[in-house]
């Protein structure tokens, strides 16, 4: 099936530093993929839309000059977290839109980031 | 304002019991609603998709209905099993077959052996 590959699965980090998560689909073509932030509890929160060759879409509220996204491929989406505060510490998931598994959408396994 | 709810936080049974959870939505008229699992520490996996023309659909030990006028989903999983000890999560899909997921809460569930 559809496979979504996220890099690093954790990291830690100190204030002000950047970090970058990778997000491949390792065997299908994704023109779209999804960023979310999930805090312990609570729902995934969509934070913006990832379109191959065009820019990001970044849902309300969410800083796109602190999170960065480049989707330069078909296959691969980053995004950067910026000058990184403590309060950034949260768990960040990427998917993917794979229609061959029926609208279903496939994601990846995680990235939880501390930051220090 | 739009809200999707699952109604329990978390959910206890006993092996072998059918674990019934609800998904109840507001102010959104979504084509398809979907279920997905996800374990600790891990990203969501989707299960099912139901159609809004759908009432019902099963897969093995999974079934989801979709009451459009009641504006809620149930998911049951009989015969369950330790296994299948996660979160499960309802999501709605708004702005068109290929627009964004929008997940609630999710329900904990803990099959005791």
């Known amino acids: 099936g559809a496979v979504v590959s996220q890099h690093p699965s954790r990291v830690i980090c100190k204030s002000g530093t950047s970090v970058k998560i990778e997000c491949r689909s390792l065997?299908?073509?994704?023109?779209?993929m999804f960023w979310y932030r999930q805090f312990p509890k609570q729902s995934l929160m969509l934070m913006a839309t990832?379109?191959?060759?065009?820019?990001?879409?970044?849902e309300q509220g969410v800083e796109k000059d602190k999170f960065l996204i480049n989707h330069a491929s078909l296959t691969l989406s980053t995004l950067t977290v910026t000058s990184a505060h403590p309060e950034d510490s949260s768990f960040y998931i990427c998917s993917a839109d794979d229609r061959a598994t029926n609208y279903g959408y496939t994601f990846g396994s995680g990235t939880r980031l501390t930051v220090v | 304002s739009q809200k999707i709810e699952q109604n329990s936080e978390a959910l206890n049974i006993q092996e072998g019991k059918t674990a019934t959870l609800t998904c109840n939505y507001t102010?959104?008229?979504?084509?398809?609603l979907q279920w997905y699992r996800q374990d600790p520490g891990r990203g969501p996996v989707f299960l099912l998709l139901?159609?809004?023309?759908?009432k019902e659909k099963r897969k093995e030990r999974l079934k989801v209905t979709f009451d459009t006028t009641l504006k809620q989903s149930l998911f049951h999983i009989t015969a369950s099993q330790p296994a299948d000890s996660a979160t499960y999560l309802c999501?709605?899909?708004?702005?068109?077959?290929?627009?964004?997921?929008?997940f609630g809460k999710g329900t904990k569930l803990s099959v005791k052996p």
């Open positions: 999501a709605l899909i708004v702005g068109g077959s290929q627009g964004n997921l929008i």
């Open positions: 102010n959104y008229s979504p084509a398809y």
């Open positions: 065997d299908f073509q994704a023109t779209t």
């Open positions: 990832s379109n191959e060759g065009s820019k990001a879409t970044y």
């Open positions: 139901i159609r809004e023309n759908e």
